[in-house]
């Protein structure tokens, strides 16, 4: 019997609530006091198409999830389908006889009438689900109170007749399976356990919960997808918390009003993905010359153009280098899972102000829409930091102007906002002089020009090494950033297991390259490995640019799924081999 060790699956068309089940079932299982990691996927349609929700649940902290299914509720045949072949031995699918066909071999089939026990509660579309997740936890044997309590949180608000028809829904679900099937049959079960208090969140809304935690007031954004859920919650939250979130008409709009409030010293983000960040190109360059501090989420998705909207990839990470014409400073940090997608947001803001530069949080569907359970982030770790801003001033100058680009030793002129008194000076699109009135001589240009590169320079001190992981001492490294963080590190314990030793190099902060360290770690390694999801290996890329080492050994996805623990545990043991 497997104990609070497992992987349930949820499938059906768009429109079944497959994510608010699976979402609902990961808290269920959390509150139980175990470890859950939920993902989804979904096509980008509107109605139908085929929605899945996987929930690995775990006694240890689950990083990522796992190919093979233990427990599959099927609310249509395609689900059946497309998944029969991922099922562990041993494995159950709850599904409703009189809707599908069932005709497979070596698994437990647990026939439950979803529609039928659905249409007796009220809405035989919509609470199929919630008869589905009563069956499932009664074949988990998990006392029914557990799912009472968070189908209540989970329609707070809403009538008491919905509330009542779900919990109702459920129970005949649970009963089913408790009347109709031998105690023990099913081979996991649920056990509750005692332990801290953890969150369910996923990388959106951490990194929304540490901007809002950094001090940002005002959120411009043009919904995208897999950005959206930052401007979702912050809608959700944002009378509670004192924020303003604006829609504009386009994300050229979006980054532009981001540029003019931190010019008037609002800390102010956007977030965006793919095709919306092309619009933004521009005003990036905008934000470079007039020196202004802006935080980008950029969440990635699979391209060239409209590309696969609702699937993942790691393929921007070029593309936010280079956007935008001509050369300036910025700053690209790839949190690895939702507490450093927290923690990169209150640095980025941070980044951004001291530096005055444009700061990107890379992140990307996968990371911005799986969920997992977390303890509660320090939110005092980072302080508050707005760089060389000044609000107070002596008498103007000789020529009666603050010097807001003024040549500094470190590339870093004072910053005044528009308010403070003798803190006036000009600002335009165009090159300028130290007072910000437009210049187009060589010697201006070239120091000018100087003075803003100066900043990377100086920021390249400041950024943080990469994170090692496992065993320092281990002749194999595995090399990856962003999300891979998680999958990267189970598929090391599993090798660990087999008496391969290996370490992980994760790359949080990629941009400026942090040259020296990765240089250092990989002189003391006698193999590598690259782990990306893209096909070109832009890491892989940067680390032979950088440091002269060209990685052979690359494990490369682009077919726009992320990687699973044990799929990518199966393509490194290939390739250290």
């Given at each position: 019997?497997?104990?609070?060790s497992?992987v349930?699956?949820?499938?059906?068309?768009?429109?079944?609530?497959?994510?608010?089940?699976?979402?609902?079932?990961?808290?269920?299982?959390?509150?139980?006091?175990?470890?859950?990691?939920?993902?989804?996927?979904?096509?980008?349609?509107?109605?139908?198409?085929?929605?899945?929700?996987?929930?690995?649940?775990?006694?240890?902290?689950?990083k990522?999830?796992?190919?093979?299914?233990?427990?599959?509720?099927a609310?249509?045949?395609?689900?059946?389908?497309?998944?029969?072949?991922?099922?562990?031995?041993?494995?159950?699918?709850?599904?409703?006889?009189?809707?599908?066909?069932?005709?497979?071999?070596?698994?437990?089939?647990?026939?439950?009438?979803?529609?039928?026990?659905?249409?007796?509660?009220?809405?035989?579309?919509?609470?199929?689900?919630?008869?589905?997740?009563?069956?499932?936890?009664?074949?988990?044997?998990l006392?029914?109170s557990?799912?009472?309590?968070?189908?209540?949180?989970?329609?707070?608000?809403?009538?008491?007749?919905?509330?009542?028809?779900?919990?109702?829904?459920?129970?005949k679900?649970?009963?089913?399976?408790?009347?109709?099937?031998?105690?023990?049959?099913?081979?996991?079960?649920?056990?509750?356990?005692q332990?801290?208090?953890?969150?369910?969140?996923?990388?959106?809304?951490?990194?929304?919960?540490?901007?809002?935690?950094?001090?940002?007031?005002?959120?411009?954004?043009?919904?995208?997808?897999?950005?959206?859920g930052?401007?979702?919650?912050?809608?959700?939250?944002?009378?509670?918390?004192?924020?303003?979130v604006?829609?504009?008409?386009?994300?050229?709009?979006?980054?532009?009003?981001?540029?003019?409030?931190?010019?008037?010293?609002?800390?102010?983000?956007?977030?965006?993905?793919?095709?919306?960040?092309?619009?933004?190109?521009?005003?990036?360059?905008?934000?470079?010359?007039?020196?202004?501090?802006?935080?980008?989420?950029?969440?990635?998705?699979?391209?060239?153009?409209?590309g696969?909207?609702?699937?993942?990839?790691?393929?921007?990470?070029?593309f936010?280098?280079?956007?935008?014409?001509?050369?300036?400073?910025?700053?690209?940090?790839?949190?690895?899972?939702?507490?450093?997608?927290?923690?990169?947001?209150?640095?980025?803001?941070?980044?951004?102000?001291?530096?005055?530069?444009?700061?990107?949080?890379?992140?990307?569907?996968?990371?911005?829409?799986?969920?997992e359970?977390?303890?509660?982030?320090?939110?005092?770790?980072?302080?508050?930091?707005?760089?060389?801003?000044?609000?107070?001033?002596?008498?103007?100058?000789?020529?009666g102007?603050?010097?807001?680009y003024?040549?500094?030793?470190?590339?870093?002129?004072?910053?005044?906002?528009p308010?403070?008194?003798?803190?006036l000076?000009h600002?335009?699109?165009?090159?300028?002089?130290?007072?910000?009135?437009?210049?187009?001589?060589?010697?201006?240009?070239?120091?000018?020009?100087?003075?803003?590169?100066?900043?990377?320079?100086?920021?390249?001190?400041?950024?943080?090494?990469?994170?090692?992981?496992?065993?320092?001492?281990?002749?194999?490294?595995?090399?990856?950033?962003g999300?891979?963080?998680?999958?990267?590190?189970e598929?090391?314990?599993?090798?660990?297991?087999?008496?391969?030793?290996?370490?992980?190099?994760?790359?949080?902060?990629?941009?400026?390259?942090?040259?020296?360290?990765?240089?250092?770690?990989?002189?003391?390694?006698?193999?590598?490995?690259?782990?990306?999801?893209?096909?070109?290996?832009?890491?892989?890329?940067?680390?032979?640019?950088?440091?002269?080492?060209?990685?052979?050994?690359?494990?490369?996805?682009?077919d726009?799924?992320?990687?699973?623990?044990?799929?990518?545990?199966?393509?490194?043991?290939?390739?250290?081999?």
């Amino acid at each position: 019997m497997k104990t609070n060790s497992f992987v349930w699956k949820i499938g059906g068309e768009a429109g079944y609530g497959i994510m608010t089940a699976g979402i609902a079932f990961a808290r269920c299982c959390m509150r139980a006091g175990l470890y859950v990691f939920a993902n989804n996927e979904y096509p980008s349609l509107i109605r139908g198409g085929h929605n899945t929700y996987d929930v690995r649940v775990s006694e240890k902290p689950a990083k990522a999830p796992l190919t093979k299914i233990d427990l599959l509720v099927a609310l249509n045949q395609d689900t059946i389908d497309r998944h029969k072949e991922n099922l562990n031995p041993g494995a159950g699918i709850v599904y409703d006889k009189a809707e599908m066909d069932m005709s497979i071999n070596d698994v437990k089939l647990y026939d439950v009438p979803l529609k039928a026990i659905a249409k007796e509660c009220g809405n035989e579309k919509l609470m199929q689900n919630t008869v589905a997740m009563g069956a499932s936890f009664a074949l988990l044997k998990l006392p029914f109170s557990h799912f009472e309590d968070v189908i209540k949180d989970w329609f707070k608000g809403k009538k008491e007749d919905i509330i009542q028809n779900n919990i109702k829904a459920a129970k005949k679900g649970y009963d089913h399976i408790i009347e109709n099937y031998e105690p023990n049959e099913f081979g996991c079960k649920l056990e509750p356990k005692q332990g801290p208090k953890k969150l369910l969140i996923c990388g959106s809304e951490a990194l929304s919960v540490g901007a809002i935690r950094a001090g940002c007031k005002l959120l411009f954004q043009y919904p995208m997808t897999p950005s959206s859920g930052v401007i979702h919650y912050m809608m959700n939250v944002s009378r509670q918390k004192d924020i303003v979130v604006v829609q504009p008409e386009d994300e050229i709009a979006a980054m532009n009003m981001t540029i003019g409030a931190n010019f008037a010293g609002v800390r102010a983000m956007t977030a965006t993905s793919g095709g919306g960040f092309a619009l933004m190109a521009e005003g990036l360059g905008l934000a470079g010359l007039s020196e202004t501090p802006v935080v980008i989420n950029l969440a990635m998705r699979p391209g060239p153009a409209t590309g696969l909207p609702t699937h993942s990839g790691q393929a921007d990470l070029r593309f936010a280098m280079h956007a935008a014409q001509d050369e300036f400073p910025r700053m690209i940090m790839a949190p690895g899972d939702a507490e450093e997608c927290f923690y990169c947001a209150m640095e980025a803001f941070n980044y951004a102000e001291k530096y005055q530069i444009p700061v990107f949080i890379l992140t990307d569907k996968y990371l911005a829409e799986s969920y997992e359970s977390i303890g509660f982030p320090d939110q005092d770790k980072v302080k508050v930091d707005k760089g060389k801003l000044v609000l107070e001033l002596p008498e103007l100058g000789e020529k009666g102007l603050f010097k807001r680009y003024e040549f500094t030793e470190d590339g870093i002129s004072p910053r005044s906002i528009p308010g403070i008194k003798n803190g006036l000076f000009h600002s335009a699109g165009d090159e300028h002089d130290e007072r910000g009135f437009v210049e187009e001589d060589t010697e201006n240009r070239t120091r000018m020009h100087a003075k803003r590169l100066k900043k990377f320079e100086t920021l390249k001190k400041e950024v943080p090494n990469p994170t090692i992981y496992g065993d320092e001492d281990a002749e194999i490294t595995l090399i990856s950033w962003g999300s891979n963080k998680g999958n990267a590190m189970e598929a090391m314990e599993m090798l660990k297991k087999e008496g391969t030793n290996c370490k992980l190099m994760h790359i949080k902060y990629v941009w400026p390259f942090p040259t020296q360290s990765v240089k250092e770690t990989l002189s003391k390694s006698k193999k590598a490995v690259l782990i990306e999801n893209n096909a070109t290996a832009q890491l892989g890329s940067l680390i032979k640019e950088h440091c002269f080492i060209d990685v052979e050994k690359k494990v490369l996805k682009w077919d726009g799924r992320p990687f699973h623990a044990d799929e990518l545990h199966e393509k490194l043991k290939k390739a250290i081999r």
